[in-house]
């Protein structure tokens, strides 16, 4: 049963908050000679669809985004997220193919998210599909959501196996070799939570939603946006992890030391909880240069291992950076400037693919098509798992 703030939170949207995504369609005169295939995702909170044939092209996308709904509680309900999946996935799915001019009868596969996520939305979107693929008779793709983030940068760009990728969001934070489309060799991961959440904590604590600049940003957003006008030299804190020699990473202990700093500057400036600090911007910049060093600080760990033992050859080595955390300018330019000073080439998709979407859930199909890894012609046996950890690439 739903509790009360999850029926109030689904009563408020009644109509829905909807943002739409769409690509302009790229229709070829020898379509009928290319692979098609439709992806899904329904791994946390958004809803997505997307068609993408076997050249890269993005023939249509629709995205159903709950973060308003989300906003007002201060974090994601699953069992609303679960509902808002159900009321909008055909739409979307609809919207998707309609966009791109495909019916369902052209496609070569259906491709969704199946591992890792919320429980509740990998249900819906696991169901639909499998409707779908048993109505049309089609081949179905179990997608593994951080494989699609790792493999997104190969719809724009040429880059050839192996490749270093860091995939940073809300949910995971990890170090891998991509040596295959299936083929992952994890260096390191987040041995408690991801910095997408720890960001998304520190903007509770501080009530960013009531700061006038951030009322309708997502947490990891506000932090970005207070910080570019505070100074991060007021306050100082400690690195996770200096003492370990691995390629892991840590973000709770940081959220704590945090957490001790906001209750210090409560009671300094006599406020309470849930009122805004004046240094506010100040604490929001030193948290965010935090986790850009500590990020950086591994990901050059794992540089380093990687041209030592003939993992990457120093003449083709590329960093790939991608997930939600990855939109984060401040984040991103520290990692641009890591990948410079040790002739790695980088690689980022663009914000709008950093994110949860259906274009990378369709194209990371295509690319288990063409390689024929995991392409299921029965659907018996298939399930959803919702949490892999540590994180498991296939």
């Known amino acids: 049963m739903m509790n009360r703030i999850a029926k109030s939170l689904l009563r408020s949207v009644k109509g829905g908050t909807a943002v739409w995504l769409r690509s302009s369609s790229v229709h070829s005169g020898k379509r009928h000679l290319q692979k098609l295939v439709l992806g899904i995702e329904t791994s946390c909170d958004d809803t997505g669809a997307a068609v993408v044939d076997d050249a890269g092209n993005v023939l249509g996308e629709a995205l159903h985004c709950q973060k308003e709904v989300h906003l007002q509680s201060g974090g994601i309900i699953p069992v609303v997220a679960q509902q808002l999946h159900r009321e909008n996935i055909e739409q979307v799915v609809?919207?998707?193919l309609r966009v791109s001019g495909v019916s369902l009868h052209e496609l070569a596969a259906v491709a969704t998210t199946v591992k890792p996520g919320l429980a509740l939305s990998l249900e819906v979107g696991l169901c639909y599909s499998l409707n779908l693929v048993n109505r049309y008779q089609k081949p179905f793709i179990p997608i593994h959501h951080m494989e699609a983030h790792a493999l997104t940068i190969r719809l724009m760009h040429q880059v050839e196996f192996p490749f270093l990728v860091l995939l940073l969001s809300g949910g995971h934070c990890l170090l891998a070799v991509a040596q295959g489309v299936s083929d992952f060799l994890l260096l390191g991961q987040s041995i408690d939570i991801a910095p997408g959440d720890m960001l998304d904590k520190v903007a509770r604590r501080l009530s960013l939603r009531k700061h006038p600049e951030c009322h309708s940003m997502a947490g990891g957003k506000a932090i970005e946006h207070l910080a570019q006008t505070g100074n991060r030299q007021q306050h100082a804190f400690r690195l996770p992890m200096q003492q370990y020699r691995n390629c892991d990473f840590s973000f709770s202990g940081l959220q704590n030391l945090v957490n001790k700093a906001i209750i210090e500057k409560e009671e300094e400036e006599g406020i309470q909880e849930g009122e805004i600090l004046s240094c506010v911007k100040d604490i929001a910049a030193a948290v965010q240069h935090t986790v850009a060093v500590h990020i950086i600080q591994r990901t050059y760990r794992a540089m380093l291992f990687c041209i030592k033992n003939?993992?990457?050859?120093?003449?083709?080595?590329?960093?790939?950076?991608?997930?939600?955390?990855?939109?984060?300018?401040?984040?991103r330019k520290g990692l641009q400037t890591l990948a410079d000073a040790n002739d790695f080439g980088f690689l980022c998709p663009p914000p709008r693919l950093c994110t949860d979407n259906g274009v990378m859930i369709a194209w990371n199909g295509i690319e288990r098509l063409r390689a024929g890894l995991g392409v299921w012609h029965s659907t018996d046996g298939i399930r959803y798992e919702p949490n892999l950890f540590p994180v498991l690439l296939p």
Request: charged letters at 10%; zero cysteines; aromatic letters at 0%.
């Open 94 to 96: 609809k919207e998707a």
């Open 310 to 331: 003939s993992i990457l050859s120093p003449k083709h080595a590329t960093l790939v950076v991608s997930g939600g955390v990855a939109s984060n300018q401040h984040i």
